[in-house]
């Protein structure tokens, strides 16, 4: 099985996508949180300026300082890597690719299927990576699931490549 999954076609860059590294990646999303709470899609530029700006003020304020608990923040998220099931949105790759003026689609190339959605479509798919901690290596490297989860259960699978036309 082939884990490396292109973006080509109507693009300015044809690019690759490596599921493996998805896991060290900070867009990536807790599926086994995400479809049972409330879900806002924020400006991460927003969202960072904000952080970065509360934390400067802090410092500015208080004098650098780190948390008491900071070992036992990052054993916790080790122990989430380890055993938690992600995904990432398509969005950011599809974006860096540069997807050209005529392009109106993305078709999903699987081992026995072609899923054309439409460029306008794409902020809806999220990439599912990784299963208990596991990559998805059986029906993978990579799962899409919709955004408001009608596929939750029954994902899109053995995804090969995007195909921008």
Known sequence: MESIVPIKGKVKFTITLDPGVWIFDDRKIDLTTYFHQPNERV??????TKAISKHWSREIQEGATYPPTLKTEKKF??????SGTFAIPLTPFLTNAEPTNEATSVVIETENNEYKIALSKIDDLLLAFSKNGKPLREDGPIHIIYR?????H???TSVKGFRVE
Not at 43 to 48: I, K, R
Not at 77 to 82: A, M, Q, V
């Open 154 to 156: 029954n994902p899109i």
């Open 148 to 152: 408001d989860g009608s596929n939750q």
């Open 77 to 82: 998220e080790k122990e989430k890597i380890l």
């Open 43 to 48: 400006d991460e530029l927003e969202e960072y």
